[in-house]
């Protein structure tokens, strides 16, 4: 994501009804704040919000929240956010390393990481979404049976991803290197990375995580 200085970003995502602005508050509250005890499932990196928002559309019966480090990347998800009409998605600017200071144990029940940083240099490692150490963070959050999947057009990252997942302990339960002609494909909603990159032709990658072998 080329990121460039919006002015007046930060004010918007503080005025924006859409936008959690005291995230640490709702911490094992969630449901208070989306008024039901849906399953909730949260999108690190969201970017635009393109994924989120259609799935958002699609069950309402779920509870979504896109996260993004980045208020001049967020705010471009919220010119679209304003135009649907949408009780069960918010969104949070902040980055995910501080999760567990926004959900309780077991309080999400999936994690979507689409099209992450690869961060290709080793001594960054431990910045991709997929390191141990940001596993342990998902562990500290998510339900017993939540699961976290990941999608990237970057082979480099998956194949770091496929060794560094089961390192920090968890079960690899499904993954494909070409997830549009597997039978993972079915149901998938696209990013707005996926259409870029699928677009020139290449192969998107697509694995699901679980703690139970
Ligand atoms: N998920 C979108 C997609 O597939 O179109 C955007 C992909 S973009 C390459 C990755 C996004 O993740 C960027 O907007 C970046 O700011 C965000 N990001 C990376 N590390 C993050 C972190 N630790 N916490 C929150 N957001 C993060």
């Given at each position: 994501m080329r990121l460039r200085h919006i002015p007046g970003a930060e004010e918007t995502i503080a005025a924006s009804p859409y936008v959690v602005q005291d995230p640490q508050a709702q911490k094992g509250r969630w449901d208070q704040l989306?008024?039901?005890?849906?399953?909730?499932?949260?999108?690190?990196g969201m970017g635009k919000g393109r994924f989120i928002m259609e799935l958002a559309q699609k069950n309402p019966g779920?509870?979504?929240i896109?996260?993004?480090?980045?208020?001049?990347?967020?705010?471009?998800?919220?010119q679209k956010r304003a135009e649907l009409?949408?009780?069960?998605i918010f969104f949070m600017c902040i980055d995910a390393k501080t999760l567990a200071d926004v959900f309780a144990p077991g309080e999400v029940n999936r994690i979507y990481l689409n099209f992450s940083d690869p961060w290709p240099k080793d001594r960054h490692a431990k910045r991709r979404l997929t390191s141990p150490e940001f596993m342990a963070v998902y562990d500290s959050v998510l339900a017993p049976e939540g699961t976290v999947e990941f999608k990237t057009d970057n082979r480099?990252?998956?194949?770091?991803?496929?060794?560094?997942?089961?390192?920090?302990?968890?079960?690899?339960?499904?993954?494909?290197?070409?997830?549009?002609h597997s039978d993972m494909a079915e149901g998938n909603v696209m990013t707005e990375y996926e259409i870029k990159f699928s677009a020139k032709g290449q192969p998107i990658c697509k694995l699901v995580a679980c703690r139970t072998p």
């Amino acid at each position: 994501m080329r990121l460039r200085h919006i002015p007046g970003a930060e004010e918007t995502i503080a005025a924006s009804p859409y936008v959690v602005q005291d995230p640490q508050a709702q911490k094992g509250r969630w449901d208070q704040l989306f008024g039901n005890t849906n399953p909730i499932e949260i999108e690190v990196g969201m970017g635009k919000g393109r994924f989120i928002m259609e799935l958002a559309q699609k069950n309402p019966g779920i509870n979504y929240i896109g996260i993004e480090r980045y208020s001049s990347v967020l705010l471009r998800g919220l010119q679209k956010r304003a135009e649907l009409e949408l009780d069960n998605i918010f969104f949070m600017c902040i980055d995910a390393k501080t999760l567990a200071d926004v959900f309780a144990p077991g309080e999400v029940n999936r994690i979507y990481l689409n099209f992450s940083d690869p961060w290709p240099k080793d001594r960054h490692a431990k910045r991709r979404l997929t390191s141990p150490e940001f596993m342990a963070v998902y562990d500290s959050v998510l339900a017993p049976e939540g699961t976290v999947e990941f999608k990237t057009d970057n082979r480099g990252l998956f194949d770091y991803s496929l060794e560094s997942i089961p390192a920090a302990g968890w079960t690899v339960k499904a993954h494909t290197f070409d997830l549009h002609h597997s039978d993972m494909a079915e149901g998938n909603v696209m990013t707005e990375y996926e259409i870029k990159f699928s677009a020139k032709g290449q192969p998107i990658c697509k694995l699901v995580a679980c703690r139970t072998p």
